[in-house]
């Protein structure tokens, strides 16, 4: 076997066999498992517990409002209660969380009264509760006014309308409707993922790289090895890893789904959908299209793609950085301009998904350095095959200078020490002849 095998090998199985791959190659799907069956069961659970008001209203706008939502009003007589009787009342009287106190309106106008309410809360009003009543009272506000002015309230609310736009996308086979807002969740947790694996296995690259030269381990193994095989052995080594273990994560995530689904924990159609993702009849129609319109084939493959792809054009450049440095405080120099292509892509994400075909999101899906997270979050709305092979190739490109670039710094870094390195240093490195 081949040196640059042997590295490989060696990085492989030393991370798989180690306690850490094993519990996070665990705990990954039982953290998405989580995120299916936690929300459901947290709202079940959570619902807002009644609370109870006393009210002082001398506006007379909420007369014949017994509760506003979960909230339950009593009311206080306001001839006998002024504003400061109803808050000694409201401490004598044990049951109640607050006072909802409306002044009297000046001149019919409903507007003073929305601008002098007061509540005093007794045991924290939630949020919900104060939202409500706000809201309620609003309109009631309203159509006090409308009534001053002469117009029916209820020739008002038949008038309005709502409008929903049905939104479709052209295909081969004519038109089939889309869901924008699961395409954009959809290219916003691809784009994650790339994000966050890219960070996580090339940071391992860099952190073996650091501490092989300072242990001087590096030095036995040179002597045996190529600096630069030893460089693309880490990095195939540490991709196989993260390649095994999202595989993992996939399939232990499908079963913990299924099961959930299967346990009853889930709601009829979810769990029809779990169990049979033929069976969309459950979901609403634009949502069940987008998942037939949607080429999932495609969007594997390119997140796989993307995904390697990403991880070794930076793990070649971490590499270099690590071989650069004696230690990772040193590495902050060089960090700053290797990651910024990847979080300007990810700040920028929501300008992405909104306008996926637009020159800002074209050109980032282009670029190697941030193409990885651009295209995976335009591919759920559908990219010209000329765009994606231009993306593909250059990405390919960009792996190939950038692992040049890396092993022209990693030979002569990994083994120089004691002097911190500057980039006209670097220069000098990549300049210099083998």
């Known amino acids: 076997m081949s040196p640059f095998l042997l590295v490989a090998q060696r990085e492989f199985l030393s991370r798989v066999r180690k306690k850490t791959f094993l519990l996070m190659t665990v705990l990954g799907p039982l953290f998405f498992g989580a995120l299916v069956i936690v929300p459901p069961l947290l709202s079940s659970m959570s619902e807002e517990p009644e609370q109870r008001l006393l009210v002082v209203d001398h506006s007379f706008l909420l007369v014949g409002t017994d509760h506003i939502g979960n909230t339950l009003l009593d009311y206080l007589n306001p001839e006998e209660f002024s504003e400061e009787q109803a808050i000694e009342a409201l401490h004598s009287k044990e049951p109640f969380d607050g006072l909802l106190y409306l002044p009297a309106s000046q001149n019919g106008d409903p507007d003073f009264i929305l601008r002098n309410v007061r509540l005093y809360s007794k045991n924290d009003v939630s949020m919900d509760a104060i939202r409500s009543i706000e809201s309620t009272l609003e309109a009631m506000a309203t159509e006090e006014k409308l009534k001053l002015r002469g117009v029916d309230p209820a020739l008002v609310a038949q008038a309005q309308t709502q409008v929903a736009i049905k939104t479709l996308d052209f295909t081969e086979n004519g038109t089939e409707e889309s869901a924008l807002g699961l395409k954009m969740a959809i290219g916003f947790g691809a784009g994650f993922f790339v994000y966050i694996f890219t960070f996580l296995y090339a940071t391992q690259i860099m952190r073996g790289v650091i501490e092989e030269k300072t242990s001087r381990i590096v030095e036995v193994i040179v002597s045996s090895v190529k600096p630069t095989q030893l460089m693309l052995g880490k990095i195939l080594g540490i991709a196989s890893v993260g390649l095994l273990q999202f595989l993992v994560w996939v399939v232990l995530t499908a079963l913990i789904v299924v099961g959930i689904a299967a346990s009853g924990l889930l709601s009829p159609d979810a769990a029809e959908l779990a169990t049979n993702p033929a069976a969309t009849g459950g979901l609403p129609s634009e949502i069940s299209g987008t998942l037939s319109a949607l080429n999932v084939p495609l969007l594997l493959s390119a997140f796989l793609f993307y995904f390697l792809g990403g991880y070794l054009l930076y793990g070649a450049l971490f590499a270099a950085v690590g071989a650069a440095v004696d230690s990772e405080t040193d590495t902050q120099q060089f960090m700053l301009p290797l990651t910024m292509p ?77 002097k911190k390195v500057t980039y006209s240093q670097l220069w000098k490195w990549i300049r210099m002849k083998p």
């Open 342 to 418: 990847l979080v300007i892509t990810f700040v920028v994400a929501t300008q992405i998904v909104e306008d996926p075909n637009g020159p800002l999101a074209y050109w980032l899906s282009i670029i190697p350095f941030s193409s990885p997270i651009a295209m995976m979050m335009r591919l759920p709305f559908g990219v010209p095959w000329a765009e994606l092979a231009l993306s593909l190739t250059l990405l390919i490109a960009g792996f190939l200078f950038t692992t040049w670039l890396a092993g022209r710094i990693y030979r002569i870094g990994i083994l120089s020490y004691g």
